[in-house]
Structures are given as structure tokens and as C-alpha cells.
């Protein structure tokens, strides 16, 4: 909660050096933006869960771009972002005179307030690369899932299954977020942008965590409008 509070006091002193700069002549822009997210959840030793399949989910909200050279920007944002990562699983198990086959689908939806920070470069006047931080803020979230079996023994079968849809249990995770992103823009006209961003948790969202950290990665892509 800390990190989150001084990664909003850092905005806010971007904001008001905002103001300052509307006075001169450079331009300090606002704008609004929305997309699209792909995200899964890794363990910090690298491995891999093959199960594991990208999560679908969204982005929404508000950012002030800050020229501070020739080049470079920096543009804050406020944004809901909802990520997290879903998986499928079976398993079969065969014999000559007994057959089982169990499905496992599970989806697991994250939403926080996000505070990125990325510093731009623009390559070409339309076009920038950015990175910087990301904070965020745990705001609440929902397990979902649904199991079946099937089970023939002896040439009789039976089925069965059940779903469930739960909210998180809060005091599991760890409200405070931060992760590191990357990505790039390009403004067809002076107001929109189509854009693109790869954010790699470092943090553990799981609180108390004894074993690997489990950390959220999300990819990006949207659309951006400036107001001029």
C-alpha cells in the first residue's frame, strides 16, 4: 500500500507539472483509452504450465501526456484492468475393463486499479516506444470453473460434473501489484493511436507464499484518443 501511495504521489506531482507546462508553450495533452488483455499467471522459476492458456480481459481509462524533451514524454495513467489466467486439463484413465476420463476448467479473474508511468520515445512524430513501472491495487476478483468425469466399468457408464462460481478470498492475496512494462504506439491522426504493451509482474500476488512466486503477465493492445 505504501508503494502504491507514493506511485500516486509521484503522478501527482506529474499533474501538477502538467499545469505548469500548459502555462509555457509545450503541449501537455489528456486523453482516454480502452483494449483488450491477454494475460496468464508464471512461477518465478520460469516453468511453465502447458494447461495454462491466455485469459481474456480488458483495460479502461485516463492518461495526461508530459513532454519533457524534444523526444521524451512521460504519460501516467489511471486505469481499471482486469487480468488473471485460465487453464484446462484431462485426464484419462484406462484399463481393460474400467474407463475414466475427468475435465478440469478453470478461470481466475484479477481486477485492479493500475497507476503505469511510462517514459516515451518518439521514434518518428507518429510513431513512440515507452517502459516504465506499474502499480496497482487489488480491487477484488472471481474464481470460476467446471468439472465433469465420465466412468464406464464393465460396460456401464456414469457421468457427472458440477460448476462453481466464488468471489477471491482477499486476505490470500496481496492487495499491492507492481510490474514493469514495455510496449509502443502509433497515431494515425493527431488524436488516435493503436497501441501495444507488455507489462511482467515482479511481485507475488499470492500473500505469505512459501513456495514460487506467482506473478501476473499481460499483453496489451488498444486504441488511444487525445484530447487537442
Known amino acids: 500500500m505504501k508503494k502504491l501511495i507514493l506511485g500516486v504521489a509521484f503522478a501527482g506531482s506529474l499533474l501538477v507539472n502538467a ?4 502555462k509555457s508553450s509545450s503541449p501537455v495533452t489528456f486523453g482516454v483509452k480502452a483494449g483488450f488483455n491477454g494475460s496468464t499467471l508464471t512461477k518465478s522459476s520460469g516453468e511453465y504450465d502447458n494447461n495454462t492458456k491466455l485469459k481474456a480481459g480488458f483495460n479502461a481509462g485516463v492518461f495526461v501526456n508530459i513532454p519533457i524533451a524534444e523526444k521524451f514524454s512521460i504519460q ?5 484492468n482486469q487480468i488473471g489466467s485460465k487453464a484446462e486439463d484431462k485426464y484419462i484413465f484406462h484399463s481393460s475393463y474400467q474407463t475414466f476420463t475427468q475435465e478440469n476448467n478453470y478461470k481466475l479473474t484479477l481486477n485492479y486499479i493500475a497507476l503505469p508511468i511510462m517514459v516515451q520515445y518518439n521514434i518518428l512524430p507518429q510513431l513512440y516506444v515507452e517502459a516504465g513501472p506499474e502499480f496497482g491495487l487489488l480491487l477484488g476478483g472471481k474464481s470460476k470453473g467446471e468439472y465433469n468425469y465420465s466412468n464406464t466399468y464393465e460396460n456401464i457408464t456414469t ?3 458440477e460448476t462453481y462460481s466464488n468471489k477471491i478470498p482477499m ?3 496481496n492487495k499491492f501489484n507492481f510490474g514493469i512494462g514495455i510496449g509502443a504506439g502509433y497515431y494515425f491522426t493527431q488524436n488516435l493511436a493503436a497501441t501495444a504493451r507488455f507489462t511482467a509482474g515482479i511481485t507475488d500476488i499470492i500473500k505469505d507464499n512459501s513456495g514460487d512466486a506467482i506473478r501476473n503477465n ?4 488498444g486504441v488511444a484518443y487525445k484530447f487537442k
Not at 19 to 22: A, T
Open 76 to 80: 501516467p495513467e489511471l486505469l481499471f
Open 19 to 22: 499545469q505548469e507546462k500548459m
Open 159 to 161: 457421468t457427472g460434473g
Open 171 to 173: 486476505g490470500l492475496y
Open 218 to 221: 499481460v499483453f496489451q493492445v
